[in-house]
Each structure stands twice: as C-alpha cells, then as structure tokens.
C-alpha cells in the first residue's frame, strides 16, 4: 500500500477523524487499562508491606 | 514418561509466581503482533473499492468484537468451574477477565459508530451485531455489579458466577432474537461489515490483529488476577516471602 | 409434589391478598408509564399507533421487575426461606409455586389491563388480541426468569436496581418477540411465528429456571 506521502497518510483518504479516532481511542483505553492495573498493584503491595512491616514489629516487641 | 501435576496451579499460592513469569512473553506476543498487524492494516492492505481507507477500522472493530464474545465465554466456563469444583482460583480469573471483557466490548461499540458515522451516516445503527455487542455490555456490567454489590467474598463469586452461566446460556437466545428483529424491521438489511469485499490481505490482517488482542488480553487478565490474588490471600505466609523477594 | 407446590400457592396468594396494595401499586405503575409515552411524543395516531405494542411491552418489563422484590424478600426476613430450603421437598417445585403466584398476582393483570391501555394507542381489536395472547406467554417468563435475579440479590443493598440491571438484558428476546408479534399481525405477516418463539422460550424457562432460582437461594442464603 503506497500512501504517496506523511499527509496523505494521516488524511486517510479523508476518513482520518474516524479511522484516528478508533485507533487513537483504543490506544488510550488500552493504555489506561495497563495503567490502572499498574496502579492497583502497587496499592496493594503498598499496604501489604505495611501490613507485613507491623506484624513483624509486633512479632519482634513480643520477643523481647 | 512424567505426568505434569497441573492440579499444582490450581492453587492461588502457586499460579501467583506462574503467572507472573507467563507476563511477560504474552506481553512481547502482543507488543510484536500488534506491530505486525498494524503495518499490514495500513501499509499492506489496499483501499477498499467501496469504502476507501474508512473500512481500515475493521481492523480493530472485528477483533475487538471476537474478544468481547471470545472472553465472555471463557469467563463463564471459569465461574462454571467455581461453582461446580469450589476452586477459589477459578473464580478469581472469571472476575479478572469481566474489565477487559467490558473493555472490548465497549471498543467494538465505539469503533462500530465510528464506521457506521461515514459509511452509513448515523452515529447508530441498529444493527444485529452492534445491538448484541450493547447488549453484551449490559451482561458484563450485571457481572460486575452484582459482584461488587455482595460483601461475603465467596457468596460474591458464586452468586456472579451464576450469573455468568446464565448469560452465556442466554447470549445465542438474544443474539437470534436481535438478528430477528433486525431483518424484519429492515428491507435492506443493514450491516456493519456488509459493504468490505474481503481480499486475502484483509483476512490475515485480521486474524493478526485478533492474535493480538488475545495475547494483551491473556497478559492483562493474568496480572489483574495476580492483583485480585493478592487482596484475597494478603495475610498469609507465602504473599509475605513473595513480596520479600520483590514479586 | 403438586400438594406442596398448592399449598406454595395458596400462601403466597393469601399473604398478597392482605397486602393488596402493594399488587395494586404495580398494576397502577404499568398505567402510568403506559400512559406518560404519549405525553412525551405526541398525539399523532400514527405515531401512537407504531408505538403502542412495544410501549406497552417496555411498561410490562418495567412493572414486573418492580414487584421482583416482594418476590422473597418477606419470606427472607421472616425466615420462612430458609425453611422452604431445608425441606425435603425439592426446592425447584416451591420456587415454581412462589413464581406463579407471583405471576397471578402481577403477571395476570397486566395482561387484562392492557386492552384498555392499548386503546390509548388507537390498537385494532386484532392487535389488542395479539397483544393480550403474547403478554399471556410472556409474563409468566418475566417473572421465571425475574426469580433468579431476585434470588442472586436476595438482602442487598440496592437491590431493586441492581435486579433490573441483571434482569432487562435477559428479557430482551421476551420483549423482542412479544412487541414484534403485534406489529407483525397488523402488518399482515401473521403472529404465529413471534407467538411459537414466545412458547419455545416459556417451556424452557418453566423447566429449568426453578432449578436455577433454588442454586441462586442456596448461595445467597449460605
């Protein structure tokens, strides 16, 4: 498939608002996906580590 | 000749580190054909005789389509195992597919307006596959709600896991009931995908594209079930050594 | 079997009788909605007329989710529910008794109110008929299949919307036939075709979603 040029390209034959827009929406929300995902499993490590840390303390305090 | 124990895995302690070393290579599976299957979505595939460089969305729509039915079933086989085998593991990954499941569905509702606006002038069309596709999203969304809406974490798993069943039961019924009322309403039935001639570049665009978003949703559905593992099973010795290690 | 699934019956006919208004407040929400469409549309006849079938449809499906509710949650509270599930009679059979009372109660006069309200919508007498048979077949599934969301969110929060969330989705090939069977008798294609699919699903749903009604009692109630 031989676009000629960048511009043309982009214009997708002047379809580019909905063919980028699909593209770049799907882009994004998978994106976000990864993203959240990221985050919701550095929150729990987070709070787990916290969570793990106490009861160690508590562990060591008893001991002593 | 060695029988491969996979009863193992059906522990949450022991497919948390299996799926996190299966991460990564369905990552680079899904990084390297999608980049694959976008060259051949717009460099290789040719213009379409009748829709021009528009009908390119297909490319992400069909897939996107074949995932959010592909998924639902999966999701429902896993919450069947739940119920039927009380295995905890199954319904965790019955709940970590329902996200991109909806998520799927809801790229191919947006791509399918985004196809259906130039070529048939509306942002909806009532179609017999965009309906179901909405309607499916309903299903996912009941999925997730009812989930979330019960506290008891096992009385949640099971009860949407029920629900699930139901809905793949149900989703043939409403698929041939949509398709009815669709051609009946509609001299001319009208079809997303009924003005694509389908040439052999297409197709196997297609199909890479598809391959894609299986991998980035095995990927996806796997750490997200590393996730659902870990606020289930916090407290115990072996998250503890895990996240000792750094995993 | 039958003399359990009477006595069901029986009870939950009687425990509604002395509490008719709540029977009374889903007949009389199926009125209004019924009678709001126009309102917000027009009074075009030939508007009106198009509407009508799947109006009063749509209102059915709304009304019947409604009284979902009542449905166990009295005998949840009370806890009667629990005793029907630790019975030695099949648990499928008294939910099949609790489903057609149900159905008597809200199902039944819906049907017979709605050649009254179908004349709002300037409806033949031939269409009010086909009307009249296909709520007939499909109010009793509303409410079969209403049972399992109603068990799934027996206790919840939010329950009443949260079963409608669960339950329209799986009401749409009810609607899509039931609707359709008028519009395709007046438009002189015949009802018999909508009219079979409606029976086709009703004798299913009669079979297996008491079964599945009692699993979904089971779990919500462990």
């Known amino acids: 498939m031989n676009w000629g040029s960048a511009g043309n390209f982009f214009a997708m034959g002047g379809y580019a608002f909905y063919v980028w827009g699909s593209y770049g929406v799907t882009a994004l929300f998978l994106v976000l996906e990864i993203v959240l995902l990221v985050l919701r499993k550095r929150t729990i490590t987070q709070r787990l580590g916290r969570r793990i840390r106490m009861r160690s303390e508590v562990k060591n305090e008893a001991q002593t | 000749m060695r029988t491969i124990n996979w009863f193992k895995y059906s522990s949450p302690a022991s497919f948390y580190p299996l799926a996190g070393k299966l991460i990564p290579y369905f990552t680079v599976l899904a990084v390297v054909l999608t980049a694959v299957g976008l060259y051949m979505g717009f460099f290789v595939a040719p213009t379409d005789y009748k829709q021009g460089e528009g009908y390119r969305i297909m490319f992400i729509h069909v897939p996107a389509a074949w995932m959010s039915m592909f998924i639902y079933l999966v999701m429902a086989v896993y919450a069947g195992a739940g119920l039927v085998f009380n295995t905890r593991l199954s319904s965790m990954m019955a709940s970590a597919l329902a996200p991109t499941g909806a998520l799927f569905t809801f790229l191919a509702l947006w791509t399918g307006s985004f196809w259906g606006k130039p070529m048939w002038g509306a942002w909806w069309v009532w179609d017999a596959r965009l309906t179901s596709e909405l309607i499916l999203l309903f299903l996912y969304i009941g999925f997730m709600s009812l989930k979330a809406a019960i506290d008891d974490p096992r009385r949640a798993a099971r009860a949407s896991g029920l629900l699930a069943i139901i809905g793949a039961i149900n989703i043939p019924i409403i698929y041939f009931s949509v398709q009815w009322w669709n051609t009946l309403h509609q001299g001319a039935s009208i079809s997303i995908t009924s003005g694509t001639s389908m040439e052999a570049t297409m197709l196997t665009t297609l199909l890479v594209m598809s391959f894609a978003f299986w991998m980035y949703a095995i990927a996806v559905v796997l750490a997200r079930v590393r996730c659902e593992i870990l606020e289930a099973e916090g407290d115990t010795e072996w998250v503890a050594a895990q996240l000792g290690k750094g995993q | ?222």
Request: avoid cysteine; hydrophobic fraction near 60%; charge should be neutral.
């Open chain 3, 1 to 222: 079997m039958l003399t359990a699934l009477w006595w069901v019956v029986v009870r939950d006919l009687t425990l509604a009788m002395r509490r008719r208004a709540d029977v009374l407040t889903t007949l009389f929400f199926f009125v209004i909605v019924v009678s709001l469409f126009p309102l917000g549309v027009g009074p075009e006849m030939n508007t009106l007329r198009l509407m009508g079938p799947g109006v009063v449809w749509v209102a059915a499906l709304l009304a019947s989710m409604l009284s979902l509710g009542r449905l166990f949650s009295a005998d949840y509270i009370d806890g009667s529910l629990e005793q029907m599930i630790l019975t030695p009679r099949p648990l499928a059979v008294l939910v099949l008794g609790k489903v057609l009372s149900h159905w008597l109660v809200s199902g039944v006069p819906l049907v017979l109110m709605a050649p009254l309200l179908g004349v709002q919508y300037g409806l033949s007498a031939q269409a009010l008929g086909v009307l009249v048979v296909s709520l007939l077949l499909g109010t009793p599934v509303l409410s079969l299949v209403g049972a399992v969301g109603a068990a799934l969110t027996l206790g919840l929060r939010g329950g009443g919307v949260l079963v409608s969330l669960l339950v329209l989705p799986l009401y749409i090939p009810v609607l899509i036939f039931g609707a359709g069977s008028v519009e395709a008798s007046v438009t002189g294609l015949g009802a018999q075709a909508h009219l079979s699919l409606l029976g086709a699903i009703l004798v299913p749903a009669l079979v297996f979603t008491p079964w599945a009604t009692g699993w979904a009692l089971r779990i919500s109630m462990e």
